[in-house]
């Protein structure tokens, strides 16, 4: 005859107990995992709850929401008035009527719009676009344009090295600086630190005089925490408000230090007219995040549009975790 040990009756509770939370969180997260996250993400999410509940809730309280702190999505919002209302003046400007809520073809018009309800940057006419699919060139083209600079330049890169391929823009940078030219530049903390440059990228541009701060920045407690996996990977240059780089190459050498032969192509694209004020206005937005400061109010004329350029109907759409929506 087998005896069957006796369990104590705590131990059956807490077991109980157990279960219960266990499908509570299940349950729960149900309805919560969904709401306004992309379908792959939210079935990432629900099948580690699922099968791990008690791993998985701790985990998606720490790093399951895409946006950044409460703080910081008030800074955009607060930005995100102040271009509208910026916007909403130069419309009224004689130069720029023809421009701003230009006709839009019946095909693109969803998108527009869409566009246009999540970053409050409406599509402008006007513009001249040209795309730049060599890596090097769009190096060098960049360094012309900044030694043509008369007022500003506004840079800012998810990667950005000083190196033997990236030098040609550090030196037009210093030279710009050293005619008075106001440069300024972010760099995305963790997507530019894990180069070996890093150090000497940052104390050069200390060395020039030129302004720049580290894009969220990772801090690890306090009320300024950031998070490491939440990164700003924007790569726009802004000249005079009038010429603009944007695309997906970063500031850094073509093999981004790589040991294993692979090399990166990368398409940019070189834009001027009307749309450039609102790269700008991204740069501006995210110099407010990091620094305090509205250069949109401080600094007169620095969302000026440029006039009309080219044919080209163009339209802005940043992202990122600062917004209360993936707009990408």
Known sequence: ?????????????????????SWSIRIAMLFIVPRNRKPSSATAWLMLTSLFPFVGLPVFLLIGSPKLSRRRRAQQRTMDD????SIDTIRHLPDFVGNYDPPIP??????????????????????????????DTALQRIAHEIDRAQVFVHMEYFALSRDEETEGVFAALERAQARGVQ??????????????????TRA?????????????????????????????????????????????????RRNYFRKDGIYYDELVVRVSGPVVIQLNAAFLTDWYSETGIHLGLSVPGILTAPAAAGAALCQVLPSGPGFENENN
């Open 1 to 21: 005859m087998r005896l069957r040990p006796r369990i104590p009756k705590q131990w059956a509770a807490l077991a109980g107990l157990a279960s219960l939370a």
């Open 82 to 85: 102040l271009i509208m209302s």
């Open 106 to 135: 019946p095909r693109y018009a969803p998108f527009v719009r869409l566009n246009t309800n999540l970053s409050a940057l409406p599509a402008f006419a006007g513009n001249a676009v040209e795309l730049i699919p060599d890596y």
């Open 183 to 200: 440069v300024r530049i972010l760099l995305d903390h963790l997507g530019s630190r894990r180069y070996p440059t890093f150090k000497e």
């Open 204 to 252: 050069r541009l200390k060395e020039a005089g030129i302004a720049f701060h580290l894009a969220l920045p990772l801090r690890p407690w306090g009320a300024q925490f950031s998070r490491p996996d939440l990164r700003n990977h924007r790569k726009i240059v802004v000249i005079d408000g009038t010429v603009g780089f944007t695309g997906s190459q970063n500031l850094i």
